[in-house]
């Protein structure tokens, strides 16, 4: 059993930043995988980042070279800082985690990010 909470998320202008944070509980020796999905009304819930517990880094095309995912060392933490934010960004953001990098096995329950022009 992991439990994800998700936080730092709330209403920003275009241009701006926000850093999310995502705290793992529970039988966080399981965890090899944590990341963010993000879902906006009426579309599909699209990949932002993922980070592996050994370093290993991916995001989708659209927030690459804007968003940056880490993570402590003990996969207790994962963090999404998000700059040069866009109103197309506004969406519930989602913490996952899994026991590999093709699965995801815990969600927590989102954040709302939302951005205004």
């Known amino acids: 059993q992991v439990q994800l909470v998700e936080s730092g998320g709330g209403l920003v202008q275009a241009g701006g930043s926000l850093r999310l944070s995502c705290a793992a509980s529970?039988?966080?020796?399981?965890?090899?995988?944590m990341g963010w999905y993000r879902q906006a009304p009426g579309k599909q819930r699209e990949l932002v980042a993922v980070?592996?517990?050994?370093?290993?880094?991916d995001y989708g095309s659209s927030v690459k070279d804007r968003f940056t995912i880490s993570r402590d060392n003990a996969m207790n933490t994962v963090y999404l800082q998000m700059n040069s934010l866009k109103p197309e960004d506004t969406a519930v953001y989602y913490c996952?985690?899994?026991?590999?990098?093709?699965?995801?096995?815990?969600w927590g329950q989102g954040t709302q990010v939302t951005v205004s022009s």
């Open positions: 996952n985690a899994g026991v590999a990098w093709t699965r995801i096995d815990y």
């Open positions: 980070v592996s517990r050994g370093g290993r880094l």
């Open positions: 529970g039988s966080t020796f399981s965890i090899n995988v």
